[in-house]
């Protein structure tokens, strides 16, 4: 099978499944919010805030590390393996340790009630279950499999929406809605055994000392961005709830989880071209600069049009999806929107950072926009409350995002400036013509609005050929 037709199959599989399983998380985020309504949905999103922070502690990179060795040798997969299993457990303990000290300062303090903490507890118990279903779609993601870790992703959605309805129709609390969370990760981990122990072999636990430390030493750059991305999307949601009222995090968190649902696309396609990009670095300069070069482009593309329209349309959207209970969370989806475009821009040079062993670079980047996005939200939560969160992410996103263009460029992988230039003002014109159209036609049913703007963008697109030859002929490729 031929590089393009295998990255299309992995782009195409991830990224359905990824399609299906995002539109259950649509439904369960509106459900839950909708029914928990702001304090609640608050309590709930300080808890997952403190996971999804801590829980990246408990990979510390060993994930990129595992596939991009692996994407280069498979012999190695046993080795990597069965080392990362102990290796992991041992971090994710570590972590929920870190997570109980942590909430338990909180509570001591005052910031955090009773039922806050428990509901913290039990959201860091899919750190431990986690670490075997991370490992093995590792694994798979190196050998460009990633048909079979999306089983287990639809499987999850499938429960997670499921679940969340049953919990709405008999009336359960909070608690409730924790203890599904668990669930769901016990179900991923019994499904993704199954489907390892089919395709592969369970791998047999070893442990090598010697190993243990290369590996930690050279997953610790993965690691840190990591750790530096999760403080900085995290973060400013338990500043949040230690200066504001649980209702504050729950409008701030509705706007946030619809950004993120948004940024599936630039990581379904991560998954199957980082393993790629990796291999053809050592055979092939010139495929690593056009996949980056065309994956640079596609991200702006779709993220442009996104921006522009989810910030005219930012009230239809949140009073459809969350109710007027939220409309205080418009504003800050009209900000933190553009902060996805930027992640979109910046994920292509991200990717080749990583798949050409200059990930120290992200890593250095990443830690000074830590520092500074702690500082903003200090300074600008306490005085514009969300609005002032939200601000913060988008100003770190565009340091972040303009630090690695800067990186690549001076490592010698910049895109050149006039084809940049040149593909920009395409997508600019494209996107103004829809614009003119959304704001005119507004008060439209907004799923009609959404597909006829799209469809006018994507004609205005060709009319200006924002898509050209080599494009048409990496599309046939992929078909």
Known sequence: MSTTRRIAKNTSVFFLANIINYIFLFFTTMYTARYLGPGGYGILSIALAFSGMFGVLADLGLGLLTTREIAKDRFL????????????????LLTVGIIILIANLGAYLGKYTQETINIIYILSLPIIIGVFP??????????EKMEYPSINLILSGVIFLGGTLYLISDEFGVLAFALLNVFVSVVSLVCSILIYSWKLSLPKIKIDLDFWKYSIKEALPFGLT??????YTYLDSIILSALQPTE???????????????????????VAIFPVMSRVYVCSKESLKLMYERYFKLMIIIGLPIGIGTTLLAEKIILLIFGPNYLNSVIALQILIWTMVLSFAGASFVQLLQATNKQLIITKISGICVIVNIMLN???????????????TLITEIILVGY???ATYKIGYGIPYKLVIKDLSKVLFATLIMSIFVWYFKSLNLFLLIIMATLFYFISLYIVRGIDKVDIMLLKQLW
């Open 248 to 270: 504050v995090v729950g409008w701030y968190s509705a706007a946030y989880k619809l950004m993120l649902i948004l940024l599936f696309i630039p990581n379904a396609v991560n």
């Open 77 to 92: 997969t046993s080795k990597y393996v069965g080392n990362t299993i102990i290796i992991r457990l041992i971090l994710a």
């Open 226 to 231: 990591n750790i530096s991305g999760m403080i």
């Open 134 to 143: 991370g490992i093995f779609t590792s694994v798979f993601q190196a050998y």
């Open 378 to 392: 200090l300074v600008l939560i306490p005085k514009f409350s969300y609005v002032g969160a939200s601000f913060a």
């Open 404 to 406: 690695i263009f800067l």
